[in-house]
């Protein structure tokens, strides 16, 4: 079977949500899918799917997202010798990992980010009980587990690579997600889930947006009514008035970072696109505790992004920026 056709076979929008979607938003979500699995038969998948293929589903009984910073899923004593191997193999195919960190079957991944710091700024505003949430930039579904802690009643993750599918496939060998799904579809597209979400996540994706306007236009409308998003971007502290940065090419080393808002400008672009400031949660300082270096990622990381002579600058000499929280609602 395809990947593209083990994505496509998950048909829950139409069993469980077509009264919630308009017919037209619906066919054109399934038709966006069917267009966007394509990357999931492209021959260059297979670095992920072949490792991945070879191990078996185990339905395990230790799926534990609470009692720990990990989302610990499998018991080593549940398997083999030879299933523990195909297990850590599968799990270096899905190199860098990003977000986390994770447990499988003894297995820790000590992810780039220590997103347990995120998790704990953010826990205390995840007000989403029984609530339909979206995670914005989902990468490995960190987020959506973390989130079962507040009892949604549903959650779905977009992000747009090939890659992404197959942490979500991974998981799915090991444990139920009849309320967690991914998609690969863009936050381009979210509008078409049109007053659907009471809750959207929105994280570390803002200032990749080349129009954030847009994009913001696009949250409010895939948002009930009075529903909430909680974003988090990074903001260049240093600007007191509402503007953005427009690096010159990259920035932090990244090719795909266009406009870092300052405080303000963040406030203002959800503000002026039909949300109203709930609540800023804070504004933290970048740190290395938080995103390093580990052996599960293959890349360099914020040592590397910092000016070695100013540490209060980015390695091109911007101001080094800091990561803004705050919680917006859709304005009746
Ligand atoms: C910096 S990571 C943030 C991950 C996670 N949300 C967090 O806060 O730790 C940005 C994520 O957004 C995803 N992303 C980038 N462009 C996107 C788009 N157009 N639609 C949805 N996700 C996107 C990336 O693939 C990546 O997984």
Redesign the pocket.
Known sequence: MKYSEIYLEDNYLKENFSEYLKKENLDSILKLKKENAKILDYPSIERFSKPIEEIPNIKTSLFDYSSSKSIIIGDRKEISFEDYKKIINGLKALIPW??GPFEYFGVFIDSE?N?FI?YSIIKDYLDVKDKIVGD????NGY?MFKLLNHNPSFIIG????DR?FFYYYLNKKFIKLNNIKFELI???NIDLFENFFDYLLF???LY?RRNPVDTVVKINKALKKGGRVLV?SMVIDEYEESVFLFPESRFMKAINVWFIPSKKALINIFERNGFKLEEIIGVFPHSVNEQRNTPWVNTQSLRDFINPKDPTKTIEGYPLPKRMYALFRKKK
């Open positions: 990003r977000i980010w997103s995120k914005i930039g989902t990468n987020f977009f992000d747009v690579l992404y863009s936050v381009d994280m570390g994706v990749h988090e």
